[in-house]
Structure formats: C-alpha cells, structure tokens
C-alpha cells in the first residue's frame, strides 16, 4: 500500500427505490422513494419542487444496470465510495436488503462499499404520513442477535471491495447511542472480526451527541452526520451558539426565513422550517479538533418537505458555488491525518426525499457532481 492517500469522498446510499411488501402495505402498492417525490408541491414562493430526476430517471434499484450506471457516474465525478445503509431490525429482521445482497453477490459494481447500520425503529411521519406510529422498531435482543448480524455481514466484509481504514473494516452505526447494551455489542462484533480472519473492525458513529463519547464507548471514532440529519441536529449548532433568550431570537430570525412568526415547535407549524443554506453551512462543521477520529460529513442541500411537508426543513438557496466552499472546509478538515483518515463523508448520493442527492437533476445537471471532481483535483493535484 502508497504511502500516501489522497483525499476519499464516500456517499452514503439509500436502497429505498423498489417495492416491497412492507411499503405497498404502509402506503399502498409500488410505493418508493419516488412516491413523495413525485408528489412534492412548492410550499412558499421561489420553493424548488418537486425535483426531478435527470440522467437515471425514476430508477428501480432492482435492475443491475441502474447500479452500474449510479457507480460509473460516481467514479467519473470523483465519489470514492457508496456506504449502504443497511436495516437489521433484531432477530433477522431485515427490509430494502436486495440492492447490497445483489452487489455482493454478482460482484458488481466494480465499486468501493461500505455498510453503515441504521439502527432506528421506522416510523409513519419520516415517509409522509401523519402518524407516529412505529412501523418497525428497533429490537436489540443480545448477544446471538448480534453475531447473527455479524455473520450476515462477513460477505460484505470480506469482499475486495470493501472499504477499510486502518486496514480494518469500515462498519458505522448510525446511532450507537441508542444500543443499551452497547458494550456487549462492541465486544461480540469484534470477537467476531478475529475470529473470522479479519483481525479488528473501525467502528465508526454516525450520530455522536456532544455527552456521548465514541471512544469511551469502544468506537474507534465518529462522523459528522449529526449535525444535521435531523431538524433536531441541524438546529441544535444554532441554539447552542447562543445562551440569552432574547440574543437566541434575534440570531435565528435573521437565518430562518419564513415569512410567519418564528416557530420552532415542531408539531404546530404550518411552514417549513427554512433556513438559508449560505447561513447553515457556517455550522455544519466544527471548528474545533475533537479528541478522537472525526470525520467531516457534507450536505449539498437538504429539503425534506416531499416526506414531512409543513413539518419539514429546507436548507434554501443552495448553489455549486455555496457547495464548493462547504466541501473545500471538509477537505481542509482531513487533509492534515494520516494518509487513511483523509475521508470526507457525504450526505448523499441519492436521498431525493430529503433533498440531498448528487445525482443529477432536472435544474442542476451534473453541476454538484462537478465540484466534487473540481474540488478533488485541487486537493489531490489529479
């Protein structure tokens, strides 16, 4: 292995864009992704829905070209990596699992993977319903539990394509602090890595409250996704850099842009909450080193109104100029660590409910994809 590395971007991925029995029974047949991003409506003036899809159309991740199509587009505009979100439920519980089981099985894409556990119950709101209710939750059932979930996963550790820092393999978990017994599940996965041949993993938290600490918690270190994957987290930066009631309003009247009065409780807005993504980007990273592992996650734009709808968030205004400058603050982040830990996270590839995605669009074409690739050729020199 070089003794250098240049700076990697790793997507995360969503496989929600084919039918399964569990959506066409929640939301009615066929229902996708797609579904609520067909239907988006604009919700306050200059509002940019619905978003349509460009180059690969309204895709269904059960055709193996459209995976062949998503990791060449990838690989040509300079996305290292896809980290698939993956769905384990407790006892074998599994949903959207086909896309990841047919890459490792056809071996293909020729394309570098990781798997990053979504370890959250599913409920009705996140996929435009107006219920809370729990659609599937979120079981922790212990330790054969947790080495059946290991050895469903060995394929994926084991294939050549699977991204490794450190020379372990890259395994996030999307919430690790929600894992009561997170010690015993620690402890089993890489009892379970040894004993398999594959020495030890790189546990990597994707979520990482302030008061949780990765390391303290046996995780090698953390991601950047928290900070605003969630109306929760992409706030939370805002309040916290104010401690006066009166300075907090006044700060957040000037970001957030509805027209209505300010209202930040969630269940009683009529508006989605807008904030000015030139405004947001200054707290989406932080500004000091953390004392463990940290890996900067980006967002080139966050709208997630096709889902929540009024209850929803929009980052507005975003632009490849206003991208650039947030991605080149990530690379500025990592390009001093070690050759393996240059890793800028992106949120993501193809989250088109939530408005994130790089792939391209009616309006914008490949413009998000082409700051990647200009980004990296100033920080790599290729």
């Known amino acids: 292995m070089s003794s250098e590395r240049d700076i ?12 399964t029995p569990e959506n066409d029974k929640w939301w009615g047949k066929g229902f996708t992704e797609w579904t609520n991003v067909a239907k988006a409506k604009p919700l306050f003036e200059g509002h940019y829905q619905p978003r349509l899809p460009a180059d690969l159309s309204y895709y269904d991740l059960r055709v193996p070209e459209v995976r062949e199509q998503q990791a060449q587009l990838a690989k040509e505009y300079g996305v290292d990596g896809f980290c698939y979100y993956h769905y384990w439920f407790g006892n074998g519980r599994m949903i959207l699992e086909r896309p990841l089981q047919e890459v490792i099985k056809f071996k293909s894409p020729n394309f570098p993977f990781s798997v990053c556990w979504a370890n959250e119950s599913w409920k009705g709101i996140w996929f435009g319903g107006n219920s809370k209710e729990t659609l599937l939750e979120q079981l922790y059932p212990g330790k054969q539990d947790y080495i059946d979930h290991f050895n469903y996963l060995l394929e994926a550790f084991k ?49 990482c409250p302030e008061n949780w600490d990765p390391i303290a918690n046996g995780f090698d270190g953390a991601a950047g996704v928290s900070e605003f ?28 842009i509805s027209e209505e009065k300010l209202n930040l409780n969630f269940e009683e807005r009529t508006k989605p909450l ?4 030139k405004e947001a ?43 650039s400058e947030h991605l080149t603050e990530a690379c500025n982040h990592v390009k001093d660590n070690k050759p ?27 413009k998000y994809l082409e700051v990647i690739k200009k980004v990296k050729v100033k920080f790599n020199g290729k």
């Open 8 to 19: 990697r971007f790793l997507a995360y991925y969503l496989p929600q864009y084919y039918p």
């Open 159 to 207: 294939d050549e394509r699977y991204i490794k820092i450190d020379g372990k393999c890259l395994f996030s978990v999307y919430a690790p602090y929600l894992i009561d017994d997170i010690e015993l599940f620690v402890t089993t996965f890489r009892t379970c890595a040894k004993e398999a041949g594959l020495g030890d993993l790189y546990l990597l938290a994707t979520i």
């Open 229 to 256: 994957t969630s109306l929760r987290y992409i706030t939370a930066p805002l309040y916290q850099k104010f401690t006066r009631t009166e300075l907090l309003m006044k700060r957040l009247k000037k970001i957030f």
């Open 274 to 277: 807008i904030v000015d993504y």
């Open 281 to 323: 980007i200054k707290y989406l990273l932080p500004k000091e080193k953390k004392s463990y592992d940290y890996f900067p996650c980006v967002v080139n734009d966050w709208d997630n109104t096709p889902r929540s709808a009024n209850k929803g968030l929009v980052l507005n205004n975003s632009t490849p100029e206003l991208w």
């Open 340 to 366: 393996e830990q240059q890793i800028v996270f992106i949120k993501s590839w193809n989250e088109w409910a939530e408005g994130n995605y790089l792939e391209p669009d009616a309006k914008w074409g490949h």
